[in-house]
């Protein structure tokens, strides 16, 4: 793309046409030039705005202050001008715009060429440059989880807070538990090191402490640097003060403390100081700031869109399509029209959409409160701590009880419809669980009270067998998809196991302990061996269902817990230490491979972030129920080891990291619910993903394509008469190249529905999607004429003022009129689909469009030869696919000389194969490896991106690396390490992050 010339030179300075020198030379350019840029070779932020701004407009001029020659008296006068000292500073025509974030927010706003005064490219598609070889190797980043980009606020509150410990163990400094203080800070540090704030209690507490204030994002990698030293200085003091060494490890403190004021008070981050300091020495490329500029501005509006509550929507209503020719019948389908994500997102409703799921909150501080009971020496001292516990889960449990009550009043089918679903009646079992655990928690203090506490655990544990053994006997008696086999099949079964252990509060009911322990014993073993199959077969595609692995260390712990107290036959007996019988062979085998699978659940969090790359919602607290029962475990271990006994040490030391592990998880837990309840991200409806919602995230990118080029014809149609005819000739191409994209795109889109989707539509609701053809047909007249237009401006002597007019007159109409259609859709046939189909069906949809479209090129699929529009390609008609010379894609050259034909066969018996050696145009391509790409560079957010290629793997999970190298190849280097993260098994061989995983 060729843009406007500039404006004349000031004679008397010779301005250069890339970078300066001088400070005539940048005072003359602010004059002559449209875009001015002051840099730093070293600077990763200078770096991406000037490949920002030449993309945008090739003449952009680069003082580099550390090479230039007059380097220091430019930088003084910019900061002069503009009051700046820091760079980048940017000036558009004469103008201080601001640094890298300005014209990145630029960027995202779609402002940035009307501020330069140049006309937009093409967007929708993404070319490397055959010279770029940052596609041959791993993009630098944050190392981890770490996240590319933070809230400084956040970070400042952190900050504030280790000031406060850092001078608390520096005044205490010779009590014991000031060394302790401070390794627990170390610890904090070193988990914010590797995944960021969630799950430290510094980061959540800060999190709900910056509520009131809007997030100020800033760089993550320097942010992750910062906290490495914190944690090496924690570390080091922490280690000073236990060996001995106290008054260095509080001047190491103290040390600390200052730099975390600096951070907290003044903003100013003395890590961050010294890692742009080993940048400038050329230690660390700059490049590791790439992924947060281009991440940022997508982020500031995703924040946007997902605190903006205030959004009128099209009222939802119910309604019912009856079959052509057919009375009206309860089998008719019964869909919420006009339902959608923004429907889902303003849905905050306590009572509409509070769960049974979510009473996995209470239970978990009841957990607490049975760790700290049978943590007690003595029965009759410090109650305080698991009486706090108690409460709390209490307080919860009524509140949340009464909330349910309500629900049930007036939304009936809501609470039905969770009860029965074949996933989630699985999470009903905390409701009943907490009958059982109050009731174990609970002291009489008279025989009625007592026979009260008698009734109240029954109630719960015949509840709970009978969730057993109705879930049992669907899964036997009922046709389900092996999907629905989940972790979560587990809870019926742990709950009974904890339901046998409390059957010892009352020696009597022994008999009754065990038959509660028979079942779900039984059950666990099988289970457990299932679910470990469909692990590796599915790898739980459906991310909400990942956390409920936590649940397997659980069960077995609680085997063994209820194993132990049956087998001693009186809960007595574990009121004094080392009154008990040692463990026999069984209990050992079960105690510790609860431990082994504790370690896989950590191996699955941390090192492979198989856990640690979701996103937040109540499915978490199964995190927090795995940790109160391993603390229950180790506190039981701990009690049947005699004191004599060789592994009294280990027990102890189980029992102390297993008590401050479930502390420290539901403490981080419990910040986190309250942020998300105070930004009304809970209760409120999930967010359904299924393999089908590629097909709304390929709307997504439709409209947000459209829009563009609506936005663009709008500018070009503007400049005409301001900018001479070349000019104007080069825009009509540049719109005229990315509408003809566009038009393939839906072209192929339209007909993939007309031949797979819709024929699945009709299949259950015959001629339900007899409009959405008729609709087609009206689009594909509109956009015949946008190609006939498209024709003319590209391979013929076509007016460019008449063409721009044309095409912005047929936009006006076409992408309104698409968008209504695209609504219509989602309003009707997608939220039919989803009550409609099953899981099975969605993905054998996915198959037969993945296989039917894999290996056909644009010409198969649009049915004809783009003869005349792709250069040397033209001989080449993929329309034409056999062994025959009249199907022949690329016919051979034949010769009939000396007798019999001579095909030359040597020729073609070469490798690689000759092809033209000009880029292969879109027309000759496979459709899929012009689809994929298009629709990720044309969604705005980054979560949009992922979920598209996750749909996509969970529809034909063999194909996944494939998707991923059609990807790779058309998106943006930091597009693909977002994706290379979040979707890990899209990677395609010979990439950094390849594994095998078919």
């Known amino acids: 793309m060729t843009n406007q010339p500039n404006e004349p030179v000031n004679e008397t300075v010779e301005v250069p046409a890339m970078y300066g020198e001088t400070v005539a030379q940048f005072e003359a350019a602010l004059e002559s030039h449209k875009v001015v840029m002051v840099a730093k070779t070293t600077c990763g932020y200078c770096k991406r705005a000037e490949g920002l701004l030449r993309t945008a407009y090739h003449e952009t001029l680069v003082f580099n202050i550390d ?101 608390i163990c520096c005044v205490f400094y010779e009590r014991t538990w000031a060394a302790w203080l401070t390794l627990g800070m170390a610890l904090d540090f070193l988990i914010r090191v590797i995944g960021g704030g969630m799950f430290s209690p510094l980061g959540a507490i800060a999190m709900v402490v910056t509520l009131p204030f809007p997030e100020k994002l800033g760089n993550g990698v320097s942010k992750q640097f910062a906290a490495s030293i914190g944690l090496a200085f924690t570390l080091t003091a922490g280690m000073c003060m236990i060996n001995g060494h106290k008054i260095a490890g509080c001047t190491i403190m103290a040390g600390l403390c200052g730099a975390a004021a600096l951070e907290g008070f003044l903003g100013f981050c003395l890590g961050c100081w010294f890692f742009g300091k080993m940048i400038a020495a050329g230690i660390l490329s700059g490049d590791v700031y790439n992924v947060h500029i281009d991440q940022k501005p997508n982020m500031e509006a995703a924040l946007a869109y997902a605190d903006d509550l205030d959004v009128d929507l099209r009222p939802v209503k119910k ?84 909330i349910m009550i309500f629900k049930l009043a007036l939304y009936p089918h809501k609470v039905w419809s969770e009860i029965t679903h074949p996933i989630n009646q699985n999470a009903t079992v905390p409701w009943p669980l907490l009958l059982v655990v109050y009731a174990f928690l609970y002291e009489p203090d008279s025989e009625g009270m007592a026979r009260f506490q008698k009734a109240w655990f029954w109630m719960g544990s015949a509840l709970l067998q009978l969730l057993l053994v109705y879930k049992v006997s ?52 099988l289970m457990l061996g299932n679910l470990f199959y469909h692990s590796i077969t599915y790898s739980w595609s459906d991310e909400r269902m990942r956390l409920a692995v936590c649940l397997w260390p659980a069960v077995v712990h609680m085997m063994f817990v209820a194993y ?3 087998q001693n036959t009186s809960y007595g007996l574990v009121k004094a230490y080392g009154d008990v019988s040692n463990l026999d062979p069984f209990a050992h085998v079960l105690f510790y491979s609860g431990l082994t699978l504790l370690l ?36 039981v271990f701990d009690m049947h080891i005699k004191p004599q006994d060789d592994l009294r040490l280990l027990g102890e030391y189980l029992v102390i990291g297993s008590i401050v592990l479930a502390c420290w998880v539901n403490f981080c837990l419990t910040f986190i619910t309250v942020f998300w309840a105070a930004k009304r991200r809970w209760p ?65 889109h339209a007909t993939m529905e007309d031949e797979v989707l819709f024929r699945y539509v009709d299949s259950f609701q015959p001629l339900m999607a007899m ?39 047929l936009l006006e109409v076409l992408v309104p009129f698409s968008g209504e259609h695209l609504d219509w859709e989602e309003a009707n046939l997608t939220t039919l ?57 690329y016919p051979v050259e034949m010769s009939d000389a000396d007798g019999p034909l001579k095909y030359g066969m040597h020729k073609y018996m070469s490798y690689p194969s000759q092809f033209p050696d000009t880029p292969m145009p879109v027309y000759k391509q496979q459709v899929m490896r012009v689809l994929l790409p298009w629709v990720v560079n044309n969604l705005k957010y980054p979560m949009q991106r992922s979920r598209f290629l996750k749909a996509l793997a969970w529809g034909t999970p063999e194909m996944a690396k494939q998707m991923g190298d059609m990807v790779y190849r058309g998106v943006p280097e930091t597009t693909w390490a977002c994706i290379a993260t979040d979707v890990p098994e899209c990677v395609p061989r010979g990439l950094p992050g390849w594994s095998r995983y078919m």
Request: aromatic share 12%; hydrophobic share 45%.
């Open 833 to 889: 689909l989803k009550k409609e189909m099953n899981l099975e069906v969605t993905k054998k949809v996915m198959k037969d469009i993945w296989y039917k479209y894999l290996s056909k090129s644009m010409e198969e699929v649009m049915g004809k030869k783009y003869e005349g529009k792709c250069g040397d390609w033209d001989k080449v008609d993929l329309t034409k696919i056999g062994r025959t010379f009249e199907q022949c894609a």
């Open 684 to 748: 409120r409806p999930a967010y359904k993903f299924a393999p089908l919602a590629f097909q709304k995230l390929t709307h997504d990118a439709l409209r947000n394509s459209s829009e563009d080029l609506l936005n663009a014809a709008t500018y070009y149609k503007g400049m005409i008469g301001k900018v001479p005819e070349q000019t104007l000739q080069t825009f009509a191409k540049d719109l005229a190249t990315e509408l003809e994209l566009y038009l393939i795109v839906v072209n192929w």
């Open 319 to 402: 309604v019912a399509h009856r079959q052509p020719g057919q009375p009206a019948t309860l089998a008719d389908a019964r869909f919420n029209q006009n339902k959608s994500e923004e429907h889902v997102k303003n849905a905050f409703n306590i009572v509409r959409y509070m769960n049974l799921s979510d009473f996995i909150i209470p239970l978990c501080f009841a957990g607490l409160a049975i760790v700290f009971k049978l943590q007690m020496r003595d029965y009759y001292q410090e109650k305080s701590l698991w009486h706090f516990f108690a409460f709390v889960s209490l307080g919860l449990f009524i509140v949340m009880t009464m």
């Open 771 to 809: 409009d959405a053809y008729r609709q087609h047909h009206i689009l594909h007249q509109m956009e015949h004429k946008a190609e006939d237009l498209v024709h003319k401006l590209l391979h013929e002597e076509y007016p460019a003022a008449e063409g721009l007019t044309q095409l912005q007159e």
């Open 600 to 635: 896989v659940v950590w191996w699955l969090a941390v090192p492979m972030g198989f856990l640690l790359r979701l996103k937040f919602d109540m499915s978490f607290w199964s995190m927090g129920f795995l940790a109160d029962i391993v603390a229950v475990a180790c506190v």
């Open 474 to 525: 669907k899964l036997i008696g009922s046709r389900y998809s092996e999907e629905v086999i989940t972790p979560n099949t587990l809870l019926p079964i742990g709950g009974s196991l904890l339901a046998a252990a409390t059957a010892t509060l009352w020696p009597g009911y022994l008999e009754v302990g065990w038959f509660l322990f028979g079942l779900p014993a039984a059950l666990s073993m």
């Open 564 to 566: 132990v107290f049956l």
């Open 67 to 167: 090479k230039a020659a007059e380097g220091d008296a430019i930088r003084a006068s910019a900061q002069e001008m503009t009051g700046c000292k820091t760079v980048p500073v940017i000036f558009f025509n004469g103008k201080f715009v601001g640094g890298c974030d300005d014209v990145m927010g630029m960027k995202s706003k779609g402002t940035l060429y009307q501020e330069i005064g140049t006309p937009p490219p093409n967007s929708s598609t993404w070319v490397p440059a055959s010279s770029d070889e940052k596609r041959d190797r791993q993009l630098r980043q944050s190392l981890f989880y770490f996240p590319h980009t933070v809230n400084l606020y956040v970070i400042q509150a952190i900050a504030l807070q280790v000031v406060v410990l850092g001078l």
